[in-house]
């Protein structure tokens, strides 16, 4: 069955520093992958989208890369600040399906 | 411009009742889906539906009952509610089909069975 790993340990970084937070999948080939953010207490919060032809993806402060032979995205935060401190969510697809997956998320807090 | 609301936000019920989980929204989204979110386990998909009249089961169904008749409404109920069903439940809605549109999720329902 197709499957979402992504990094179950909090993330702690500096005010500053680059965070890079990890979605590896198995047993299939999306179209696309999601990421979201997610706040304690609320709902998660679409944040971008990447094609599987497209390599990577920037939105402000955020980049998204798409590696679909090792079957990995990245998620990067530049010049993170301490409002970027968040649970994020990877998100696919299921083949064929109107089914998203989610991953755990990964806790990211950035200390000042 | 509400979104996806979600009622109520909190509820404890005893093992055996039921009850119904509202969620609406107000972009005309056709595709709408409803998750439980557990520690550890992440966001898993109950039912969801493409349209009014159209619903489908997701990974998790069992004890959950859905239906769709107007594109704005998607409830979710609970037949005979179990302990294990403690959990905190989102609705999230797309304006597009299977076509990487955006899930819009409400702000969650956070439900205790006793």
């Known amino acids: 069955s197709q499957k979402i790993e992504q990094n179950s340990e909090a993330l702690n970084i500096q005010e500053g520093k680059t965070a890079t937070l990890t979605c590896n999948y198995t047993?299939?080939?999306?179209?696309?992958l999601q990421w979201y953010r997610q706040d304690p207490g609320r709902g998660p919060v679409f944040l971008l989208l990447i094609r599987e032809n497209e390599k990577e993806k920037r939105k402000e402060r955020l980049k998204v890369t798409f590696d679909t032979t090792l079957k990995q995205s990245l998620f990067h935060i530049t010049a993170s600040q301490p409002a970027d401190s968040a649970t994020y969510l990877c998100a696919l697809p299921t083949s064929g399906t109107y089914k998203y997956i989610f991953g755990t998320g990964t806790r990211l807090k950035v200390l000042a | 411009n509400a979104g996806v609301t979600q009622t109520p936000k909190f509820q404890v019920l005893k093992t055996g009742q039921s009850m119904t989980l509202q969620c609406a929204q107000d972009m005309n989204h056709e595709y709408m889906s409803w998750y439980r979110q557990d520690p550890g386990m992440g966001l898993r998909l109950i039912h969801y539906?493409?349209?009014?009249?159209?619903?489908d089961q997701g990974e998790v169904p069992n004890g959950y009952n859905v239906s769709r008749s107007t594109t704005e409404d998607f409830p979710l109920r609970l037949l005979s509610a179990a302990p294990s069903q403690t959990s905190v439940y989102f609705c999230a809605s797309s304006y597009r089909l299977a076509g990487s549109g955006e899930l819009f999720f409400g702000e969650g329902s956070r439900l205790t069975v006793l």
């Open positions: 047993n299939y080939s999306p179209a696309y």
């Open positions: 539906s493409v349209g009014a009249g159209i619903t």
